[in-house]
């Protein structure tokens, strides 16, 4: 057996029981151009918990399949969001 992927990203949503879509950025060569440009792709991925909350960077790692288009699980939360109690309190 293989490696298992991982990603590293940021949460886009979180509005699903137990699952959340993760962003991940790369860089990838433009085919004609040649120019370096960001990329995206977005994943689901299963958060037994329902820890992650939007904003918040998460790596994901590659499991089974466990829906139609969930292949990932949240492996832990790299650093939480700021919440917007916390951005009130930054201003004053």
Do not use: C, W
């Amino acid at each position: 057996m293989g490696k298992k992927k991982e990603f590293v990203g940021e949460v886009i949503s979180d509005k699903m029981q137990k699952t959340v879509i993760v962003k991940s950025a790369h860089l990838a060569k433009h085919p004609k151009y040649a120019r370096i440009i960001k990329r995206y792709n977005k994943f689901k991925a299963h958060d037994e918990n329902g820890l992650a909350k939007m904003g918040d960077i998460v790596r994901i790692a590659e499991t089974r399949p466990l829906s139609k288009d969930k292949r990932f699980r949240v492996v832990e939360i790299i650093k939480k969001a700021k919440t917007s109690v916390e951005l009130k309190e930054d201003i004053q």
